[in-house]
């Protein structure tokens, strides 16, 4: 999130005048009371290690200082929690993880503490509540309006902020209603360990806050344990659908989408190593969208010895001093922390997976060697899918015109016919063309002569191929245009320049039947027959009946060489 200039300077004027003022209000008017510097010291200690240890559900991250900072309030005043907030709120800003700027984040909830913090004590004191009391029902029924009015006022600032901002929040989301669950949980603990501590002195702590604190430990050792086997599950699963990927670019985007599940990055890039010393973009994740086109990353293509970049073990660059040691890579200036992974096959490094993220050290060494097992699961998946995606290949090819042939025809006008009905295109049409009198070129010159007159043709014909144009060769002589979004009277006026160019065309074979094979050259012409969605056709099958119906009765019967056009009425000779 961006903020111009402007807004940054109301964010520091408005933190000039709420915290300093805070401070200086508690003091002065809710001074802190009998200090016992060995139990603050002892509190502070908790509150410390409290915050290294949240607790973390699915994407959220809960921190249970206010179990520390409720029992500081109700022990010693609000000056003390002030104090104790601020520094929780400092502590969270080095072990939270988000994109803000360090410095936005402290001045932003710096200031919304203390509004806080100031709001909930003069609501306690105002229904009648009592610093340092021994009264239980006291410190229990005004302690709650005290904890409720606390988080409650934390969402509605947080409410004002995000207005602020334009961003869309709602108080009942999944984030605070767990604030308020762990706010109601704790509530009981601080009310336990302040009343221990005003009968039993500093052994409170042994008695109330170690505990709890083995409580939160056993809960982050879990956490981990259970977050590795989420990962090596992740992992596992990726695995196989790499293996279900047929597509090369499939293989790719598959693994980079779920890779997801097994480290958090904002940048994801494979990168293809050519002859060992060139990279490639193959495809990359920005901003949650995979493309063949990435804007965040730029390398020099060729690979040096002193670049920084280890194309033999996979390395973590945990902050921006480090990143620089790659040093033919540009990043995103949002770019804090880099992941490298050699992708390597039988030995050999043959691709790189180049993770990026926008905070520091985020990335873990045990995600690493993850994705150092995943990559090899990866190169795999691409070699089986570059097999398969040439084995289709040469089963939808001619092997003799190179062209494609009737199987990738009928499967490309099958995809050609549903994306008219949706609506991509508006007309589709064939222009179907014959050979005329072919039997007797081969009869006349051999069958060799009539391939390579096959051949020939089909370098004419690929001249007339554009992108919005699908060539194939139908079977025998026959030869089929798909044209996109031509419209009937183009691929009218395209069929008659084809069988135009053929007929001033001279060809040159090598008869196998003369007796001396010396070259000759030959003239030969087509008959050319033409149909269109949706005129006279709405589906495929009809399409390239009534186009051949054209061919034959327009083009063969009408005396050959000539372009028959299909309608329901009559077919019409061009």
Avoid at 57 to 85: C, D, H, K, P
Avoid at 225 to 237: C, F, G, P
Avoid at 358 to 371: G, N, Q, R, W
Avoid at 500 to 529: A, C, H, W, Y
């Amino acid at each position: 999130m961006d903020l111009s200039v402007k807004r940054r300077l109301s964010l520091v004027a408005i933190w000039i005048i709420i915290a300093p003022l805070a401070f200086y209000f508690s003091y002065y008017y809710m001074p802190v009371r009998n200090v016992d510097w060995v139990t603050i010291s002892l509190y502070f200690v908790i509150l410390m290690i409290t915050m290294m240890l949240p607790v973390r559900l699915t994407n959220i991250s809960i921190s249970l200082e206010r179990w520390i900072t409720f029992t500081v309030f109700f022990q010693y005043g609000l000056f003390a929690e002030l104090v104790f907030m601020q520094v929780a709120m400092i502590l969270l800003l080095f072990t939270g993880k988000t994109s803000m700027p360090t410095a936005r984040r402290f001045l932003i909830n710096s200031s919304m503490f203390a509004i806080v913090s100031v709001t909930s004590a003069l609501v306690f004191y105002a229904v009648g509540g009592e610093v340092g009391t021994v009264n239980f029902t006291s410190i229990v029924m005004y302690g709650a309006i005290y904890a409720v009015t606390y988080m409650l006022m934390n969402s509605l600032l947080l409410k004002v902020f995000f207005t602020i901002v334009d961003r869309k929040f709602t108080i009942w989301n999944r984030g605070t209603l767990w604030d308020y669950t762990t706010t109601i949980l704790v509530f009981p603990f601080s009310v336990s360990l302040y009343y221990l501590n005003i009968f039993f002195g500093n052994k409170s702590i042994l008695i109330c806050g170690i505990p709890f604190l083995f409580i939160l430990i056993i809960i982050s050792l879990y956490h981990r344990s259970d977050n590795l086997n989420d990962k090596l599950s992740s992992a596992n699963v990726i695995g196989r659908e790499l293996a279900d990927r047929l597509g090369f670019e499939d293989v790719v985007r598959t693994f980079i989408v779920k890779l997801q599940n097994v480290v958090s990055y904002d940048g994801a890039y494979v990168l293809d190593l050519r002859s060992g010393k060139h990279l490639v973009t193959l495809m990359g994740s920005e901003n949650a969208v995979v493309s063949k086109k990435v804007n965040h990353i730029t390398f020099k293509s060729k690979v040096e010895w002193d670049d920084g970049l280890d194309l033999d073990v996979p390395k973590i660059f945990g902050a921006k001093k480090e990143v620089v040691q790659l040093k033919n890579f540009m990043f995103s200036d949002k770019v804090k922390s880099v992941m490298t992974v050699p992708i390597k096959r039988n030995q050999r490094t043959e691709g790189m997976l180049i993770l990026t993220s926008h905070h520091k050290s985020i990335f873990k060494a045990l995600e690493m060697k993850i994705v150092d097992m995943l990559t090899g699961y990866f190169a795999i998946s691409l070699v089986k899918a570059r097999l398969y995606e040439k084995t289709v290949e040469q089963s939808e090819r001619c092997g003799l015109t190179n062209l494609n042939n009737f199987r990738y025809l009928d499967k490309k006008l099958d995809e050609d016919i549903i994306r008219y009905h949706t609506g991509e295109l508006h007309s589709l049409s064939a222009i179907i063309l014959d050979i005329d009198y072919f039997k007797a070129i081969n009869d006349t010159y051999g069958h060799q002569s009539g391939n390579d007159l096959l051949r020939a043709l089909s370098g004419v014909l690929m001249s007339f191929v554009d992108q919005e144009a699908t060539l194939a060769r139908y079977g025998g002589e026959e030869f089929v245009f798909i044209l996109r979004d031509k419209g009937k009277a183009r691929t009218i006026e395209l069929a008659e320049e084809i069988r135009k160019e053929v007929e001033e065309m001279t060809f040159r074979i090598v008869p196998d039947l003369s007796k001396n094979r010396s070259p000759i050259d030959v003239q030969m012409t087509i008959s050319v027959g033409v149909a269109t969605v949706p005129e006279d056709a709405e589906d495929a099958k009809l399409l390239l009946r009534n186009a051949d119906r054209a061919l034959y009765i327009g083009g063969k019967q009408a005396g050959r060489n000539r372009v028959g056009v299909y309608s329901e009425k009559e077919i019409v000779t061009v």
